[in-house]
Antibody, heavy 120, light 108 residues
Framework: EVQLVESGGDLIQPGGSLRLSCAAS????????MSWVRQAPGKGLEWVSV???????YYAGSVKGRFTISRDNSKNTLYLQMNSLRADDTAVYYC??????????????WGQGTLVTVSS | DIQMTQSPSSLSASVGDRVTITCRAS??????LAWYQQKPGKAPKLLIY???TLQSGVPSRFSGSGSGTDFTLTISSLQPEDVATYYC??????????FGQGTRLEIK
């Protein structure tokens, strides 16, 4: 059974850093495209970042240069390193698995989410 | 960037009603369109991909149609458990992924 479990969310001050983790089971994180999607309180879904099977990474303009997506194949875990955090980064962060080709941009499994609150 | 616009933003319908939600893309995205259901406090759930293909395990009362720029999600007979917010998502130009703003569905 495929499962994704996020952790690492916290209350953090503006300008601070945080690393989110997403532990996967039932598949290997390097066999699928893996993304982070966030949802600000009471708002819609916003794609944040993706890491391809080959290791290429891409980011939304709003986080480029501040966030870094990575994975540890030995731990079967996806990460999101978030630096220079701002109040508008406050959101629930979900990790999501991309489906098999050709629909790698379709998210067939999601974690339960982890809340990041950026506030002084 | 391609924008995704859903309508209505919210709607209220009665149990048993046929419900239709529309999603419009600002450019042609062929059939690279997915629909998700998000219940309060839960993660989104994939309902439909490739505009009209039902994800495994999703009830057959859900259906999708459209191509190019105009798409619809239809619930043939609304059930109480369908109360949720529904999102469309385009995935035609990886890695760029965009969601619609969501449609909140309530029971009258």
């Amino acid at each position: 059974e495929v499962q994704l479990v996020e952790s690492g969310g916290d209350l953090i001050q503006p300008g601070g850093s945080l690393r989110l983790s997403c532990a996967a089971s039932g598949f290997t994180v390097n066999s699928n495209y893996m993304s982070w999607v966030r949802q600000a309180p009471g708002k819609g879904l916003e794609w944040v970042s993706v890491i391809y099977r080959g290791g290429s990474t891409y980011y939304a303009g709003s986080v480029k240069g501040r966030f870094t997506i990575s994975r540890d194949n030995s731990k079967n875990t996806l990460y999101l390193q978030m630096n220079s955090l701002r109040a508008d980064d406050t959101a629930v962060y979900y990790c999501a698995r991309g489906s098999e080709p050709p629909r790698t941009g379709v998210f067939d499994y999601w974690g339960q989410g982890t809340l990041v609150t950026v506030s002084s | 960037d391609i924008q995704m616009t859903q309508s209505p933003s919210s709607l209220s319908a009665s149990v048993g009603d046929r419900v239709t939600i529309t999603c419009r893309a600002s450019q042609d995205i062929s059939n690279y369109l997915a629909w998700y259901q998000q219940k309060p406090g839960k993660a989104p759930k994939l309902l439909i991909y490739a505009a009209s293909t039902l994800q495994s395990g999703v009830p057959s009362r859900f259906s999708g149609s459209g191509s190019g720029t105009d798409f619809t999600l239809t619930i043939s007979s609304l059930q109480p458990e369908d109360v949720a917010t529904y999102y469309c998502q385009k995935y035609n130009s990886a890695p760029s992924i965009t969601f619609g703003q969501g449609t909140r569905l309530e029971i009258k």
